[in-house]
């Protein structure tokens, strides 16, 4: 092995083994005995100091100069058939030292050197540490490439790279300089109180969750988690669907950074007892933008998420979400009709309301009246009325609903149909001339016209309203900077579970791991469609009570393409991977 990244590799020859072919390893005393690099009498005394100090011996040995630190890592080196380094004159590189929580690396003596794509290289002090791999990869999210390095030279770079809570604040706000600094709260309803606690609050708070903001919305995040542990916060990004670490504040800072975005978001900051939810709107620059932020008490504090609603990034035009020119088509045709139901199911998170909104966005005219009942409002769509669902005080969305018949409405959009009562309401507007649209929770297009007549819904109602059903997902698309071309063998596609006769001759792709990308390989997200038109055929169907197969069925041999199906045809045109395909569509 060469390592090429500024320090020296001291053992070339050792590899490490898979876990069921570990060497046998003897115990370090004898060992360095039998190798004469030991006396007895020095490894007696440095057995009796271990015993009071709980070091590792090898370390103790080297810190009474009994053995030179390099002839030791060599001996390890050796015996555990793991590849060495010395790191005298290695610099750290700060972006990968984030990639390891500071306690974990002084505790487990472990220091992050080098990433290359998706494999992160590590030194560490003992080879011995069998769990020490599995828990950096659940961490990291990276491979592993451990290499053994001299505990004493180890210490060393850890203490001096890894700082005290405060260092590390200050670390965080020198490299937050001029972050969020151009970004001002605008308060809908003055509140006096909150806004004196938030002039009064301490100013390295107020610039670091600023600074998170600011950060996470140049990102490109969705979303904000603030977590609070027994020994640490956590603060995470969802960037592309996917949950990144980015810092870890001291905990002293636990309740300020709690309390400074309940003031921003208008909430009680006595209350910590109690889940909360509220709003909050940032100018940054030229762009506006709105934060819904919910709290919850868990056990050692308050976990806050904060979604970024920025609309700057809200893409609206249907013609650029990558349906498939049929699925566009039965589209565009279903929301154009003047009555109906056109239903948009997928897991939260999957971009239905998005969906939603491009697709009213396409049929907001001057001449229409189209209400909405959300919960919660995301985006304020101009020209369109919005009504936010408050449970609380009895605005459902059957009593919003019931409110919208009386309001001369043209289309209606229902953020979720959750229950019979709401269904029922709906199903009866589409059939007296409305254009409903809403979302329900079902896995595929076909088995959502099954949920709402298992919710109660007649089936000769649900095939006379519904005129279409959109089943979506979302995927992450391969960063085109670090793009490249892969090839998988056929047990490789069949552990992935796909039909290899559908990808036979396919040019596979894949990122290979960037800055750009973050080391994922993956950057932005591309969304995945099952379009089911309800033809006579299918209507015909849904009359006589067929399963979810029989219309699935139908629905395919009429032109509709399956989630898996669409998700393939993005693998073939390199948007995607196979495994995220595989991942996130069933067969």
Do not use: W
């Not at 709003?279 to 904060?306: A, Q, Y």
């Not at 020119?325 to 199911?345: C, F, H, S, W």
């Not at 309800?534 to 069925?553: F, K, N």
Request: aromatic share 4%; with cysteine; proline share 4%.
């Amino acid at each position: 092995m060469h390592l090429r990244f500024g320090m020296t590799a001291i053992n070339a020859s050792p590899k490490a083994l898979p876990a069921d072919s570990a060497p046998t390893v003897d115990r370090l005393g004898d060992l360095l005995l039998s190798q004469g690099l030991v006396t007895r009498e020095q490894l007696t005394l440095a057995l009796r100091e271990q015993r009071t100090s709980h070091q590792r011996l090898g370390y103790i040995l080297v810190k009474q100069g009994v053995i030179d630190e390099l002839e030791l890592t060599k001996v390890l080196a050796r015996q555990y058939r793991m590849p060495a380094v010395d790191l005298t004159h290695f610099d750290v590189d700060p972006r990968i030292l984030r990639l390891i929580p500071a306690d974990l690396a002084l505790k487990r003596m472990v220091l992050p050197l080098k990433r290359e794509g998706r494999t992160l290289t590590c030194a560490v002090a003992d080879p011995a540490d069998q769990g020490l791999l599995e828990d950096l990869k659940f961490i990291t999210r990276f491979d592993l490439f451990p290499v053994l390095a001299g505990e004493a030279t180890l210490r060393m770079l850890l203490e001096k790279h890894y700082e005290s809570s405060d260092e590390q604040l200050q670390t965080i706000l020198r490299e937050m300089e001029g972050i969020g600094d151009d970004i001002e709260v605008v308060r809908e309803e003055e509140d006096e109180g909150a806004a004196m606690q938030a002039a009064v609050d301490d100013a390295p708070v107020v610039k670091l969750i600023n600074g998170i903001l600011t950060d996470a919305v140049q990102r490109g995040a969705s979303d904000i988690h603030i977590e609070p542990f027994e020994h640490e916060i956590r603060i995470r990004y969802r960037i592309d669907g996917a949950l990144i670490e980015v810092m870890k504040p001291p905990l002293r800072m636990k309740a300020a950074l709690t309390s400074r975005v309940k003031i921003l978001a208008s909430l009680n900051i006595a209350e910590r007892r109690m889940p909360q939810d509220g709003r909050l709107k940032l100018k940054m620059g030229s762009r506006v933008i709105d934060f819904r932020v919910s709290t919850l008490p868990v056990l050692f504090g308050e976990k806050i998420v904060m979604r970024i609603l920025d609309k700057g990034n809200l893409t609206l035009d249907l013609t650029k979400f990558g349906f498939e020119p049929k699925a566009e088509q039965d589209l565009m045709r279903a929301i154009l009709n003047p009555y109906g139901m056109v239903l948009v199911t997928g897991p939260t998170g999957s971009g239905k309301t998005t969906t939603l909104y491009s697709a009213l966005q396409r049929i907001n005219t001057v001449d229409t009246n189209i209400m909405t009942a959300e919960d919660p409002v995301e985006y304020n769509l101009p020209g369109i009325n919005q009504v936010q669902v408050r449970n609380e005080i009895g605005l459902t969305f059957a009593s919003a609903l019931r409110s919208f018949l009386r309001q001369d409405p043209n289309i209606i959009m229902i953020g979720e149909i959750r229950d019979l009562e709401t269904g029922g309401i709906a199903i009866k507007a589409a059939l007296t001339g409305h254009l409903v649209l809403s979302t329900l929770h079902t896995n595929d297009a076909p088995s959502t016209i099954v949920r709402m007549i298992d919710m109660g819904i007649e089936a000769f109602n649900v095939a006379s309203a519904v005129n279409l059903v959109v089943a979506q997902r979302l995927v992450r698309r391969i960063c085109l900077r670090c793009k490249e071309s892969v090839r998988y063998t056929d047990a490789e596609l069949k552990v992935l579970s796909t039909d290899i006769d559908l990808v036979r001759g396919f040019q596979f792709m894949r990122g290979r791991g960037c800055d750009e990308c973050g080391g994922t390989g993956y950057r932005g997200r591309a969304g995945l469609y099952e379009v089911m038109a309800m033809s006579p055929a299918i209507r015909r169907l849904v009359l006589v009570g067929a399963s979810t197969t029989e219309l699935r069925d139908q629905a395919v041999a009429e032109g509709t393409l399956t989630l898996r199906m669409d998700g393939l045809k993005k693998v073939e045109r390199g948007i995607t991977t196979v495994e995220e395909v595989v991942k996130e569509t069933a067969e």
